[in-house]
């Protein structure tokens, strides 16, 4: 296989490790690749999937061959683990579920007990839209959100701003608390009756840590755990887990798996 790496050169892009891993496999690169170059025996492997680099990787898949996209990892991304799926990601990705545990327990990380009450419901927001990606806030979600909860609970109401792009509330309602942009997560987490995000990552946070997710968006990583909207906001869901976070440690991929190799072969060959 011959592949075209999309990713920036920027130390915040495992570019160099993603490429060391390709060869690694024993698969070839594109340098330059230009749509008369796609086959079906090509991949594209993008940051993300939107604007040139999604309209390019559609070409290769039109051509016959593979979409990789890549993110910062759902578990652990602090430790450098990142994502690496086919066509997609925060479940739009194309996948066969694994239940295998082994991945999961490397992680060492516990699933608490699903946590039944709580005091507040904890709206996340992210950076708002930037790009043309779909997982991507609508800068107004927050306040719309926020209203429509209003309208069904007289429930205290959290509003969390994305630490590194604040989306500030046009309208603050009556019992809702808006958090300075640095407050860390966990702490709101212990008191969260629910949690409400639109894509965000926070939702993965919550329901590791027990707290029902509530999400607006076109999917999230685990919505097989989630309520879609906020109409039935005070009766949260309380599935199982395990097989749900089994499965999602199966998409993401540490710095180490990614050079070797390792992470290649397993999403690509």
């Given amino acids: 296989m011959k592949a075209h790496v999309m990713l920036r050169h920027h130390k915040v892009y495992p570019r160099e490790e993603t490429i060391a891993g390709i060869v690694a496999a024993g698969d070839k690169l594109m340098t330059n690749a230009n749509s008369n170059d796609l086959r079906e025996d090509c991949a594209v492997v993008t940051w993300n ?19 990789v996209v890549m993110e910062g990892g759902y578990v652990r991304r602090n430790k450098g683990y990142y994502l690496m799926n086919l066509d997609g990601f925060n479940g739009n990705e194309t996948v066969d579920y694994n239940y295998s545990s082994e991945r999961w327990d490397k992680l060492g990380v516990e699933l608490r007990p699903w946590k039944m009450g709580g005091h507040h419901i904890l709206v996340c927001a992210q950076r708002g839209k930037q790009n043309y990606s779909t997982m991507a806030m609508p800068s ?52 969260a009756f629910a949690v409400v995000v639109w894509t965000s990552n926070s939702a993965t946070e919550a329901l590791i840590n027990g707290v029902p997710v509530f999400y607006c968006g076109p999917t999230i990583a685990c919505a ?19 097989e749900t976070f089994y499965d999602l440690a199966w998409r993401q991929w540490n710095i180490n798996e990614i050079q070797s190799g390792e992470a290649w072969r397993y999403v690509v060959q």
């Fill in 224 to 242: 097989r755990l989630a309520k879609k909207g906020v109409e039935y906001i005070e009766y949260p869901f309380y599935p199982d887990r395990e």
């Fill in 140 to 191: 107004i979600w927050p306040d719309v959100v926020i209203k429509s909860i209003r309208e069904k609970t007289s429930m205290k109401i959290v509003y969390k701003p994305h630490p590194e792009r604040v989306v500030s509330l046009l309208n603050v309602p009556d019992n809702c608390e808006v958090l300075d942009h640095r407050e860390p997560l966990d702490k709101y987490l212990k008191d």
């Fill in 49 to 67: 999937n939107y604007g040139l680099a999604k309209r390019f990787a559609g070409q290769c898949k039109e051509a016959g061959g593979v979409h």
